[in-house]
DNA sequence: CAGTCTCATCGAAGCGCTTCGACGAGGGGT
DNA sequence: ACCCCTCGTCGAAGCGCTTCGATGAGACTG
């Protein structure tokens, strides 16, 4: 494995490379960097020799000496109830965006908490950091801010002053979907939204959903009402049977809960609402989720792909130190499928099937 | 931001910790590696202007003079089918073990393929390299082998030679669902298995979950057999069916097919045979979908964290140039929950239930 | 044709750390 | 008293790269 010289044999260096292509080191760096002009023989010669001796620039040499690391870091919650494909599918996009700008993508857990982020942004191992899954009052998010570090959280803290956030626009997400019912006709329409705690906590993205809702409802001239829904099967019903016993003639329906999804599904039919002749129901959740409830739903998605992008370029931006703005908020796409229609000319359904 | 001396403000170097400590700068290396006696109190004196500096040593410049950057990358599936919670499991447990020996983790997709392992390797961005869910006939493989990083996969290829391979050994699994039914005194048992394609291919996993089912059972003088199952509803359906022709008296059921194991489940009931009071059914799967099942399903857990600490201890190992085994096999943990149950001692439910 | 620019290239000085050899101070043995 | 260790510490030489200032060769001016 050793050679003559006793360096390892795996090990080329640019060195090795300015010899074999008989130019200064620095012209080598400088080919790589394309900071100063080289001529295109020389560029050509040298570019050559890389290709044959397979050289790599040794990204610890590259770092010190330039201040730059070239990786990110991505923190990851631990926390469960964080629905996991769609977490997949923005890890895979971080990863893939960072890639395209030349940055790899080191992964921290959240466990380590503020202590891991200060080593990493100490150690200079990182020249920026992705926060995913903020939550309102996050433990992470004062340490961001102390350690001036170049960041992008996913999601939105209580307080989102003098940081950089992305999320989905829960607010025309809400909106989204009043809008996808009005059109189609319905006049009474409903959310069903988180469990009663998670309002009281002053989640964002359920208030702003609702809000949302709400004022698209007003605007549109129809009638809507929002409450919030327990996540167990029995809660669930309840919301529902309650629902229909205070709005008996509603006709759309928005859920806006991952977990009571499935047994709202569940429930309608049993009260004699058939999806979607009686009732429209657009839910708010994942694509795989909406594809694979029966029937398949119309909704809005959570467009992981994209947040993954816009957080990885945003930081970009912040690395150049380019201004970037306080928030994005990315607009929701509905994708129409099988669980809504326009509303039913007839009386409601239960007469209609005798009950 | 600037000082005076027109450095970063907020980079402390090992430099300034020595003079803060009064002490050389190779002195306080040493404090920190521990690689030379250092007396008690300077070990002291330095480790107090540590904390008081707040310093952390720059993890390029480490790398650079030690030819270690203590990173090592975790190349993660694109490909879809792959049990998510399964794979975040595995990927929390190995981002927390490799902390926990120093080491930080790099995440790869495999969509670089073969040039992001070369690119990585070369750089020394990494010390070794963890491949998740390898495959038979994996591209990956004989990077790996050329490369000569150390490196572990998660997973069997089809030849393992020179590598170091760790997962669930399924030849036990497949015994152990045997061993369990038997000492509920099922006498009749079979194995429902990956669909036909699947064993074609030379599969690993498949075929080692089927012989160890088929020899343990030979080995407890019971009565078994194995086929295939489909995944569709209507394959999963028709496997059933047909069995219970074949071998109507068949009172243990292993299924190793996750996605066929809903409409198993779901068929048996219609077929007469209550789970588990006429049937009793062992899954091999992931515990989520073992819990979620009705009824709740005793089942072989794939032991996702234990094979994310195991792969990143016997890296842990290569890297130190101690000698590891080439495969690594973890034993199957049994869950009980509510499939199964002591083989009923009348007549099958059929007659029972007047059917 | 001297003076001035621009372009392409080179050499050398670090970046912050580890590690090797050297060295002075004590603590045995004789 | 001597020499020889061992222990604790220091200084300096890199690790492979980027970047700055310098330099030489032409290509323009006037």
Redesign the interface.
């Known amino acids: 494995m050793a050679r003559p010289d006793g360096k390892r044999a795996?090990?080329?260096t640019i060195a090795d490379v300015a010899r074999h292509a008989g130019v200064a080191v620095s012209t080598v760096s400088y080919v790589l960097s394309g900071k100063r002009a080289i001529s295109t023989t020389t560029r050509q010669r040298v570019l050559a020799s890389i290709a044959e001796l397979?050289?790599?620039?040794?990204?610890?040499?590259?770092?010190?000496a330039s201040r730059r690391?070239n990786?990110i870091a991505?923190v990851?919650p631990?926390r469960t109830g964080m629905h996991?494909?769609v977490?997949?599918r923005l890890?895979?996009a971080v990863?893939?965006a960072a890639?395209q700008a030349g940055h790899?993508?080191?992964?921290?857990?959240a466990?380590?908490g503020p202590a891991?982020l200060?080593?990493?942004a100490?150690?200079?191992?990182v020249d920026g950091v992705l926060v995913m899954d903020v939550e309102m009052s996050d433990a992470r998010v004062p340490v961001l801010r102390e350690l001036?570090r170049p960041s992008v959280l996913i999601g939105f803290p209580a307080d989102p002053t003098g940081l950089t956030c992305v999320d989905l626009d829960f607010h025309r997400a809400g909106a989204r979907c009043a809008e996808h019912l009005a059109e189609l006709g319905h006049t009474r329409i409903a959310l069903l939204g988180a469990p009663p705690v998670v309002y009281q906590r002053d989640t964002g993205f359920a208030r702003r959903t609702r809000a949302g809702f709400l004022d698209a409802a007003e605007r549109l001239g129809i009638t809507a009402t929002a409450r919030p829904c327990g996540e167990s099967p029995d809660d669930a019903r309840a919301a529902v049977e309650q629902l229909l016993m205070d709005v008996p003639d509603v006709t759309g329906l928005v859920v806006h809960n991952e977990e009571a999804l499935a047994h709202v599904l569940a429930v309608l039919p049993r009260l004699g609402r058939g999806v979607p002749d009686d009732v429209s129901v657009v839910a708010i959740c994942p694509d795989q989720v909406a594809e694979n409830a029966w029937p398949p739903l119309t909704a809005v998605l959570i467009p992981a792909e994209e947040v993954g992008r816009q957080a990885v370029f945003l930081l970009m931006r912040k690395l150049d130190g380019a201004p970037v703005p306080e928030s994005t908020l990315l607009g929701p796409a509905l994708t129409v499928r099988r669980s809504t229609a326009s509303r039913p000319v007839s009386e409601p359904a239960a007469a209609r099937m005798g009950e």
Do not use: F
Request: net charge neutral; hydrophobic share 55%; proline share 4%.
């Open positions: 795996d090990m080329v397979g050289y790599h620039p040794h990204a610890g040499a590259r770092a010190l690391a990786v991505l990851l631990l996991l494909p977490l997949m890890v895979t990863v893939t890639r790899d993508v080191l992964l921290m857990t466990d380590e891991g200060r080593r990493i100490a150690s200079a191992m001036g």
